[in-house]
């Protein structure tokens, strides 16, 4: 998501992170919803098996994807910071009414707290992705260890909330990507994912504002950045409800990001 200050509630939840192992989510062999992603150690390097031959390893690129996996005409719908127990509910519903399948990038404390949400999420077809424990936007300013623990841990938490299914694409809190935390998310299977279009919901500017941003904007590329916490997001499932059968009316196909 886009930077934003004064952000409160996610300032309490960075102590959270605290005492979750990073090793578990980096020595893992996890399932996904596109098949089976091995884990790779913090350094990107392979970790040999028990027989002492390394396994063979799953990568992405370690480069920030926009494109969408329908093409030219598709979009991709992605949405930050939940699950939330009151929004996170509307918007799966406003998807599951239009037939769109979504990217969920979620913080790995919120994923902890409401593994049932995590869960539904999964169970309706969309995809995780990971948005670091703490939701620091200030990530690029630290340490390779802090970045290591946010994005693993995070992997961790959602993976385990999940019942088993890892994110597939890493979200640097307000777009603060590294050279760094690109590499160290591909070497996970998770490719670093970026938006094109700001809808500009967390800022709270009226449902017809956010759907006016969407629909001028849109010509910026096809990965839409929408929010189902953080705040009171009404405004963000009603325009949703305007936004998503205006862009199938326009011809538009609803896709994931590219792999």
Not at 30 to 50: C, E, F, I, L, M
Not at 245 to 257: D, E, M, N
Request: charged letters at 20%; proline letters at 5%; one cysteine or more.
């Amino acid at each position: 998501m886009a930077r934003h200050g004064g952000r409160g509630w996610y300032g309490r939840v960075v102590a959270a992170a605290v005492g979750v192992t990073a090793v578990a989510a980096a020595t893992s062999v996890w399932t996904a919803q596109a098949g089976v992603v091995d884990a790779r150690n913090a350094a990107g390097n392979a970790r040999p098996s028990a027989s002492g031959s390394a396994p063979a390893r799953a990568t992405v690129s370690e480069e920030i994807v926009h494109a969408s996996d329908k093409g030219a005409h598709g979009v991709n719908i992605t949405i930050d910071d939940g699950p939330d127990p009151t929004w996170t509910p509307e918007v799966l519903q406003v998807l599951r009414e239009y037939g769109v399948k979504a990217t969920f990038c979620m913080v790995g404390t919120q994923a902890e707290a409401h593994p049932d949400l995590v869960k539904a999420v999964v169970a309706a077809g969309h995809r995780l992705c990971d948005h670091t424990v703490s939701h620091d936007t200030t990530m690029d300013k630290k340490s390779e260890a802090y970045q290591s623990r946010e994005i693993l841990n995070a992997a961790s938490m959602i993976t385990k909330a999940s019942g088993g299914v890892r994110p597939q694409y890493y979200r640097a809190p307000g777009g603060a990507f590294t050279p760094y935390s690109r590499h160290l998310a591909a070497s996970q299977g998770m490719r670093p994912l970026g938006w094109n279009v700001d809808s500009k919901d967390f800022e709270l500017p009226g449902t017809a504002a956010i759907i006016a941003t969407v629909k001028s904007e849109l010509s910026n590329g096809p990965t839409i950045l929408f929010h189902d916490a953080g705040g009171d997001r009404s405004e963000t499932v009603a325009a949703l409800r305007e936004i998503l059968p205006w862009l199938k009316q326009q011809g538009y196909s609803f896709g994931f990001p590219v792999r």
